[in-house]
């Protein structure tokens, strides 16, 4: 990467946190910043099983990707709000069982970009290109993307643990539909976000991530269907995605940062929320 591509001290942001390295630490990332960590305590003083369901949601990743590259022979990836780096990335997942995948991580923070970066020099096959995943026009027009992904045949498009950066005011469906609607049949959509039974209680989460400054809409599981109504579900469907095709083995995650350890397990307990969704096939 050279220095133009850099990002200035100036673009990132350090007063407010930012879902990228919040989400990064949950997954045991060094990536952030005290901003971030508060952030994060404070949310799971809230919502305590928002540990285990992020790291679920990463899980869940591995396994999708992998049905996408093994069984439905999907060979080009765009992974919307990929987030840092961590173990077991989309394109190291997809060549696992494809080497011949092609991968586009977007994602709005500059942080992402400068460690994307450097960790795909010289991979010409993979790239990180920063961009609003509600721009959608904007990222199909991306050189990058017209360099790595052909339109006229099948694609995966990920939406994991973004859908509820996408509140209703930014008509997540036409962000869903801009990209799909170019795509190719026989393409796919993974999609997941937090969700909540309550909607009391999912309307007190949304209330209290936004006021931290991150664009946050927590959806019951039938909102979530709504949204994706235009999609056909892989089976088993749309659910809770510790049930999406559990394996008996797959690649682990880091460790939990021990300060957030007292958090692990709470999803045993609360069951109220949970990171929702699935992979979706292109009608």
């Known amino acids: 990467m050279n220095d133009q591509d850099r990002p200035s001290l100036a673009d ?114 993979t790239t990180v290109i920063q961009g609003d995943m509600r721009d959608q026009d904007a990222i199909l027009e991306d ?28 008509d997540p469906r036409r962000v869903l539909n801009t990209i799909m609607d170019r795509a190719a049949p026989g393409s796919h959509l993974t999609f997941s976000q937090v969700a909540c039974d309550d909607p009391v209680r999912s309307a007190e989460m949304t209330a209290q991530v936004t006021g931290a400054g991150i664009p946050w809409q927590t959806r019951t599981p039938a909102e979530i269907d709504a949204l994706l109504s235009e999609f056909d579900p892989v089976e088993p469907g749309l659910g809770n995605l510790v049930d999406w095709r559990p394996l008996d083995v797959q690649p682990p995650l880091a460790p939990v940062p021990p300060e957030l350890e007292q958090y692990e397990g709470a999803s045993k307990l609360d069951r109220g929320i949970y990171e929702y969704g699935g992979v979706l096939r292109k009608r």
């Not at 999907?74 to 997809?94: E, K, S, W, Y």
């Not at 992904?149 to 973004?162: G, K, R």
């Open 12 to 125: 990132i942001p350090h007063d407010v946190p930012t879902s990228a390295r919040a989400y990064g630490w949950l997954l045991g990332g060094k990536d952030n910043y005290e901003v971030d960590r508060q952030f994060i305590r404070g949310q799971l003083e809230h919502h305590p099983a928002g540990l285990d369901i992020t790291r679920q949601n990463r899980l869940f990743l591995y396994r999708a990707v992998r049905y996408l590259a093994a069984e439905a022979g999907i060979r080009q990836f765009i992974d919307m709000g990929c987030g840092l780096p961590t173990d077991a990335n989309v394109h190291q997942v997809a060549r696992e069982f494809a080497p011949d995948s092609r991968v586009v991580y977007v994602d709005i923070d500059p942080i992402v970009l400068a460690h994307g970066r450097a960790l795909l020099a010289g991979d010409s096959s």
């Open 143 to 170: 050189a990058e993307v017209k360099r790595l992904i052909d339109f006229d045949e099948p694609v995966a498009a990920l939406f994991l643990s973004v859908g509820h950066h996408l509140p209703d005011a930014d």
